[in-house]
T-cell receptor, first 111, second 113 residues
Framework: DAGVTQSPTHLIKTRGQQVTLRCSPK?????VSWYQQALGQGPQFIFQ???????QRGNFPDRFSGHQFPNYSSELNVNALLLGDSALYLC??????????FGPGTRLTVT | AQSVAQPEDQVNVAEGNPLTVKCTYS??????LFWYVQYPNRGLQFLLK??????LVKGSYGFEAEFNKSQTSFHLKKPSALVSDSALYFC???????????FGAGTTVTVRA
């Protein structure tokens, strides 16, 4: 049973560029959440998608947007990248609203 | 609003000794509580959860945690630590009426042989 998968593993972008990160949830899971983990900090909630709609959003600017597809996979898009967007981006999936299962993350470096 | 505090940045123990990682939380409604572990350059791995019922919950790899409502705490424990338990541990809380998880800053556990 495949767990949560994310792509790419690493990414280097320049300030002002746009980036798309991808996530496939664990089999049987219909809800996907995205988190940003800056170095030395705990993950911060960006948003959650359920039934292809953004169900809840954390304290992140509109530059951060997402999408969920009919097969429950999800994308995170970040526009107008800033140096401060450099972080590990984690995707998590769940079914039934209890524990979330995390993917290995995408390491984004903005130069 | 919900939040988690992990008062210790680091915990150091000898192999075979008991391990405790502290966590306190703040939430408006009833809490759902979780512990996760993170190894270097990896995602978070679920250890255990408290949703309702017994205050002592048992999880993976011999870990357990005790929910204390009056002290708003959810400390992680392991009776006998292993070197392989050395990692970064996160406590997280979710209000039962909410969807987002709020994490603490993490505690680095080092178990020396």
């Amino acid at each position: 049973d495949a767990g949560v998968t994310q792509s790419p593993t690493h990414l280097i972008k320049t300030r002002g560029q746009q980036v798309t990160l991808r996530c496939s949830p664990k089999s049987g899971h219909d809800t996907v959440s995205w988190y940003q983990q800056a170095l030395g900090q705990g993950p911060q909630f960006i948003f959650q998608y359920y039934e292809e709609e953004e169900r809840q959003r954390g304290n992140f600017p509109d530059r951060f947007s997402g999408h969920q597809f009919p097969n429950y996979s999800s994308e995170l898009n970040v526009n107008a990248l800033l140096l401060g967007d450099s972080a590990l981006y984690l995707c998590a999936s769940t079914e039934g609203g209890n524990e979330q299962y995390f993917g290995p993350g995408t390491r984004l470096t903005v130069t | 609003a919900q939040s988690v505090a992990q008062p210790e940045d680091q915990v150091n123990v000898a192999e075979g000794n008991p391990l405790t990682v502290k966590c306190t939380y703040s939430v408006s409604g009833n809490p759902y509580l979780f512990w996760y572990v993170q190894y270097p350059n990896r995602g978070l791995q679920f250890l255990l959860k408290y949703i309702t019922g017994d205050n002592l919950v048992k999880g993976s790899y011999g870990f357990e945690a005790e929910f204390n409502k009056s002290q708003t705490s959810f400390h992680l424990k392991k009776p006998s630590a292993l070197v392989s338990d050395s990692a970064l541990y996160f406590c997280a809380v979710r209000d039962m009426r909410d969807y987002k998880l709020s994490f603490g800053a993490g505690t680095t556990v080092t178990v020396r042989a």
